[in-house]
């Protein structure tokens, strides 16, 4: 596999417009946005108690390594005004790293793949209409295979 993909997160304010200004600056900071999913209305993972996100997967060209990428993206939402308070909760932006070409990384502030992406409809959907027969690197299934025996029944809709 040789792409690095990167799943957006959006539910405050305009989420929509979050969602395009944080691509421009991945174009600005990290390199080419090669592609991207369409945007999904998703319903809250983890704490219900807040706005629907809208979310969206975005491959990415970068010549960095996925520990500046990291960095460059942490950047990102720190400047479109991204708080860090509790887990899961509301928020302007959320960038996370779900695939870094076939790379494995298990450090104490990187993950990749995304330990998450097999529990979660709302990067599945996405994922999968971008890469669906691509094989994840850890679990050797494709993400259509990850997507079709999530148990997370959430909803995941296009707009």
Known sequence: MKGKYLILGSNLGDPEGSLQTALEKIK??????????SVYVTEPWGLKDQ????NQVAEVETELNAYDTLEKLLKIETSMGRIRGRKWAERIIDIDILYFEDQIINADKL????????????????LCE??????????????ADLLGSTLDSLEVHKI
């Open 28 to 37: 600005s900071e990290l390199g080419k946005v090669v592609r991207t999913s």
């Open 51 to 54: 706005p629907p996100f809208y």
């Open 130 to 143: 971008l890469i669906p027969e691509m094989v994840h690197p850890v679990l050797q299934v494709t993400n």
């Open 111 to 126: 993950h990749i793949p995304h330990p998450g992406i097999p529990d979660r409809r709302f990067v599945l959907v996405p």
